[in-house]
């Protein structure tokens, strides 16, 4: 027996008439599948609002702290009495 | 909105159900010959393609002209490759039924002979889904076709004789 006959008389073995589908398999399957629809919509709506809360902080934080002002001279004593 | 959201979830409700029940049997039969489990009473067969389809399920809208059973097929055998390594390679846990054809291959042996040959899945398709090379595929591809076709007869003589025969 060459390759192809060997591979075409396996597959006649693994033919065979499929089993009964369980009545509730689709029921089950609705369900699971909407609750991992479910998650992920949860999942994505908890990161659009992380991410909207730490850019409203990050905003609030640099428009108080002003970081791009340059800070007051420490070094130079103030100029006065010239 | 709303209104066209739930006209959505309908249509999809409805595509989603004509593709299991064509579906269904078939991928039924692949996950108990996956398993080795008898025909007629195959609980992990059921949970895989449960969990398989439930993953088509929730990405049927993300398909974009996707094969949705080939989305299910793969999945499927990627969550076999997963669970047999720990599932059941066990020491006396889920021993395959001797009514199975495939009980007397190893699980990965079970897995490549059921894609390639009932799947018809093609040869790099296959090693790629598995993260193998082609070649390793053929291999153990052959090995088992050899196995199934040519049982060895002394580990247990009365599993094997009966089965042969209809090739």
Redo the contacts between chains.
């Keep these: 027996m060459n ?1 192809a006959q ?2 075409a ?14 009545p509730d ?2 029921g ?7 609750r ?2 479910r998650h ?1 919509t949860l999942a994505r709506r908890l990161m659009w609002l992380l991410l909207c809360a730490a850019s409203l902080a990050f905003l609030v934080w640099a428009l108080t702290a002003r970081p791009w002002v340059e800070p007051p001279s420490q070094t130079t004593p103030p100029y006065t009495g010239w | 909105m709303r209104q066209r959201q739930t006209f959505q979830g309908a249509r999809r ?1 409805r595509e ?2 004509a593709f ?1 029940a064509g579906a ?3 991928l ?2 692949a996950a ?2 996956l398993t080795a489990e008898a ?2 009473d ?1 609980p992990r ?2 949970r895989l ?3 398989a ?6 990405y049927w809208d993300r398909l974009r002209g996707e094969d949705p059973y080939d989305r299910t097929r793969q999945y499927l055998a990627t969550r076999f490759a997963r669970g047999a390594w720990h599932q059941y390679g066990g020491f006396g846990r889920a021993r395959p039924h001797p009514g199975s ?2 009980a007397r291959l190893a699980p990965q042996e079970r897995l490549i ?2 894609l390639r ?2 799947e018809g899945v093609a040869e790099e398709q296959t090693a790629a889904l598995l993260g193998l090379p082609a070649e390793r595929v053929r291999t153990i591809c ?1 090995r088992a ?2 196995t ?2 040519h049982p060895p007869r002394n580990p247990a003589p009365a599993v094997g004789g009966a ?2 025969a ?2």
């Design positions: 390759r060997r591979e008389a396996a597959r006649r073995l693994l033919e065979q008439v499929p089993p009964p589908v369980p398999l689709y089950e399957v609705i369900r699971r599948g909407a991992s629809l992920r | 409700a989603f159900e299991v269904a049997g078939r039924l039969l108990t010959l025909p007629d195959n067969a059921r393609l449960t969990l389809l439930a993953h088509t399920y929730a054809p495939l002979l059921v040959l009932y052959e076709t050899a199934l076709l089965k042969v209809p090739s």
